[in-house]
C-alpha cells in the first residue's frame, strides 16, 4: 500500500525507534569489575569485555556461590568490544528483577534490540556455577593486552 503523500514529519529512523534503558547512564559510572578487560566468551569471535556490576551487588558478586541472593534491582552489564579493531559492539546485561531474571541486549549506543533478549542466552547461562552468572575469577578470561580503542 502506498503511504499518503502529505505527511507532517518524515518517518522516524530506526535507531531513534527505542530509548537506551534509564538504568544506562548510572551504570556507566559504577568501577570496573576487572583491571584488564576480559576475553569475552559471546559472540563466537575475538571479544573483549568491560564488566561493571551495580554498587550494591559488587560484594556479591566476587565472592559468588550458588546460593547466593542477590538485591533485587541489581545489574551485571558487558560493554562488548571487537578484541582486533576496538569497535564498540552490543552491551549484554543481566538484571536480578524482583519477579527473577532479565536478560538485555543492547546495541553499542545502548538502543534495546527489537525483540529483546533471545532464549538462548538464559538456556547458557543456567549452566553457570551460580545459576544465571558466571562470576568471577575467570581462570585465564583476563587479556593481558591493553584494549584497542576506535572512537564511539
Ligand atoms: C554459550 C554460552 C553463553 C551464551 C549463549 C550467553 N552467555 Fe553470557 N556469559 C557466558 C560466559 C561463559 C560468561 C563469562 C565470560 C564472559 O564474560 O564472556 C558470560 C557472562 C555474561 C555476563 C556477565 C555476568 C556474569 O557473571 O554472568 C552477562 C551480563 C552476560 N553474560 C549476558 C548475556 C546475554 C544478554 C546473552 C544473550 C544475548 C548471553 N550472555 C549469552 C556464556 C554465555
Do not use: K, N
Not at 531474571?101 to 556455577?129: I, T
Amino acid at each position: 500500500m502506498i503511504e499518503p503523500a502529505a505527511r507532517a514529519e518524515p518517518p522516524r529512523a530506526p535507531e531513534t525507534a527505542a530509548a537506551p534503558p534509564a538504568w544506562l547512564d548510572a551504570a556507566l559510572s559504577w568501577p570496573l569489575l576487572t583491571q584488564a578487560p576480559l576475553r569475552s566468551q559471546h559472540l563466537g569471535r575475538a571479544h573483549l569485555a568491560e564488566l561493571r556490576v551495580s554498587p550494591e551487588a559488587v560484594g556479591a558478586y566476587r565472592s559468588l556461590t550458588p546460593d547466593t541472593e542477590l538485591p533485587p534491582g541489581s545489574f551485571f552489564v558487558e560493554w562488548l568490544r571487537d578484541a582486533e579493531s576496538g569497535r564498540p559492539g552490543p552491551i549484554f546485561a543481566l538484571e536480578r528483577a524482583p519477579e527473577g531474571w532479565r536478560f538485555w541486549v543492547l546495541d553499542a549506543r545502548g538502543q534495546p534490540e527489537p525483540g529483546g533478549a533471545p532464549g538462548l542466552c538464559a538456556g547458557c547461562h543456567a549452566g553457570a556455577p551460580a545459576p544465571p552468572l558466571f562470576g568471577l575469577p575467570r581462570e585465564g578470561l583476563e587479556s593481558t593486552a591493553p584494549v584497542p580503542r576506535s572512537p564511539e
